[in-house]
Nanobody, 124 residues
Framework: QVQLVESGGGLAQAGSSLRLSCAVS????????MGWFRQAPGKEREFVAT????????YYGDSVKGRFTISRDNAKNTVSLQMNSLKPEDTAVYYC?????????????????WGQGTQVTVSS
C-alpha cells in the first residue's frame, strides 16, 4: 500500500507562486511514476503534470505548460509542483497520484494511489 500526503496549498495572489509537496510512504518510491491533477468545483479532474521514475521525463497539461514545474526527490520520497505566475483559473483542489509503472500517464484512472488533496485558491 502507498500513502500520499500533499501539503503547501493555500491562498495566493494572481501572478505569485506556490509550491506543493507530496510525501510518499509505504513502498519503494522510485518504482512509481507520479502525477499531479486538479479539480475545480463542478468540473472533472484535470491532468496537470507527470514525472517518470527517475525524473528524467516530464509532461504538462497545456494550461500550465511554461508556468508549473514538477520534480521529484527519490532520496526523500517526495514529489513537488512549483507553480509560478498563478492565475485565478488555477484555483482547485490539487491531488498527488502514484502509478506503479515505468511510464507516465495523463488519465486519472491510470493512477492507483491518491492523496487527499490540498486546496489552492488564487485571487485576482
Amino acid at each position: 500500500q502507498v500513502q500520499l500526503v500533499e501539503s503547501g496549498g493555500g491562498l495566493a495572489q494572481a501572478g505569485s507562486s506556490l509550491r506543493l509537496s507530496c510525501a510518499v510512504s509505504g513502498r519503494t518510491f522510485s518504482w512509481y511514476a507520479m502525477g499531479w491533477f486538479r479539480q475545480a468545483p463542478g468540473k472533472e479532474r484535470e491532468f496537470v503534470a507527470t514525472i517518470a521514475l527517475s525524473g528524467g521525463s516530464t509532461y504538462y497539461g497545456d494550461s500550465v505548460k511554461g508556468r508549473f514545474t514538477i520534480s521529484r526527490d527519490n532520496a526523500k520520497n517526495t514529489v513537488s509542483l512549483q507553480m509560478n505566475s498563478l492565475k485565478p483559473e488555477d484555483t482547485a483542489v490539487y491531488y498527488c497520484a502514484a502509478r506503479h509503472s515505468i511510464s507516465t500517464a495523463t488519465i486519472p484512472s491510470s493512477y492507483g494511489y491518491w492523496g487527499q488533496g490540498t486546496q489552492v485558491t488564487v485571487s485576482s
